[in-house]
C-alpha cells in the first residue's frame, strides 16, 4: 500500500535555475498540500491542490512558485530562479477529503539546495 | 497574529519514563488537533488526533489532552523509549475553513538510554 511518494529526494540547484518537485498522493486520494520547512522550524502551508484545481494558495510566494495538480500524474511545485532563501525541505501531502479535520499523509519530503 | 506554538524546543528524559510535550493555540476557531512525529530525514507521520468536543484521547503509549479554556494541547507518552527520539509537531486545523493545517515549531524529544 503505497504512501505519499515525493521526487527527487534531494535537489540541488544553482541561484536563477528551476526546481520542480514532484509528488505522487496516496492511490485513490484526489487532495493534495504542499508545505515548506525551514531549518529548525515547523511547516508551513503552501498550497492546497484538488485534481486540476488550486484550492487555496494562500502561503504561496506571490513571485516565482507555481503548483499544479493535473488530471493525470503527480502533484508538481516549480520554482522558477531560485534563491538561496528557497533551500528548505518540500514536504507534499494527500487526503481523501477536503474537508476540515482529515488526517493528512505526508510524504518524505524534497530538500532544496540552492548554492 | 494567530498561531500555535511550543513552549520547550527540547525535551531529555530517561527511558521507560513518561513525557509530556505541550502546545499552546490561539485561534480560538481551531477545532481538530493533531500531533506528528518526525525523525531526522523523513516526512511527518501522524501519533493521534483529538477534535474540540473532546478533552482526552487515548491511543497505544500515547494520550492526547485538549483544555480548550486555556488553548492548550499536550501529548503525553507512557515508558518513553528510545525509538521516541524525534522532533514532535502539534498542528491545528479550523472547522469551516478547509483542511490546511498549521503548525508549531516543533520540540526535540531525546531519549536517555
Known amino acids: 500500500n503505497a504512501g505519499v511518494m515525493q521526487n527527487p529526494r534531494h535537489l540541488v540547484r544553482r541561484r536563477g535555475q528551476e526546481a520542480r518537485l514532484r509528488c505522487s498522493p496516496v492511490?485513490?486520494?484526489?487532495?493534495v498540500y504542499w508545505y515548506r520547512q525551514l531549518p529548525e522550524e515547523g511547516l508551513k502551508f503552501m498550497v492546497y491542490?484538488?485534481?486540476?484545481?488550486?484550492?487555496?494558495e494562500s502561503g504561496m510566494p506571490k513571485e516565482r512558485f507555481s503548483a499544479e495538480f493535473p488530471k493525470e500524474g503527480p502533484s508538481i511545485l516549480r520554482i522558477q530562479q531560485v534563491v538561496r532563501g528557497d533551500s528548505a525541505a518540500y514536504f507534499c501531502?494527500?487526503?481523501?477529503?477536503?474537508?476540515?479535520?482529515?488526517?493528512?499523509?505526508f510524504g518524505p519530503g524534497t530538500r532544496l539546495t540552492v548554492t | 497574529g494567530e498561531s500555535v506554538g511550543l513552549h520547550l524546543p527540547t525535551l531529555s528524559v530517561q527511558e521507560g519514563d513518561n513525557s509530556i510535550i505541550n502546545c499552546a493555540y490561539s485561534?480560538?476557531?481551531?477545532?481538530?488537533f493533531i500531533w506528528y512525529k518526525q525523525e531526522s530525514g523523513k516526512g511527518p507521520q501522524f501519533i493521534i488526533d483529538?477534535?474540540?468536543?473532546?478533552d482526552k484521547r487515548q491511543g497505544q503509549r500515547v494520550t492526547v489532552l485538549l483544555n480548550k479554556t486555556v488553548k492548550h494541547l499536550s501529548l503525553q507518552i507512557a515508558a518513553t523509549q528510545p525509538g521516541d527520539s524525534a522532533v514532535y509537531f502539534c498542528?491545528?486545523?479550523?472547522?469551516?475553513?478547509?483542511?490546511?493545517?498549521?503548525f508549531g515549531k516543533g520540540i526535540t524529544l531525546s531519549v536517555r538510554p
Open positions: 501531502a494527500s487526503s481523501p477529503s477536503g474537508r476540515a479535520g482529515n488526517e493528512q499523509y
Open positions: 492511490k485513490g486520494h484526489s487532495h
Open positions: 491542490l484538488q485534481k486540476e484545481n488550486i484550492i487555496d
Open positions: 485561534n480560538s476557531a481551531s477545532d481538530y
Open positions: 483529538i477534535r474540540s468536543n473532546m
Open positions: 498542528a491545528e486545523n479550523v472547522s469551516g475553513a478547509n483542511s490546511k493545517l498549521t
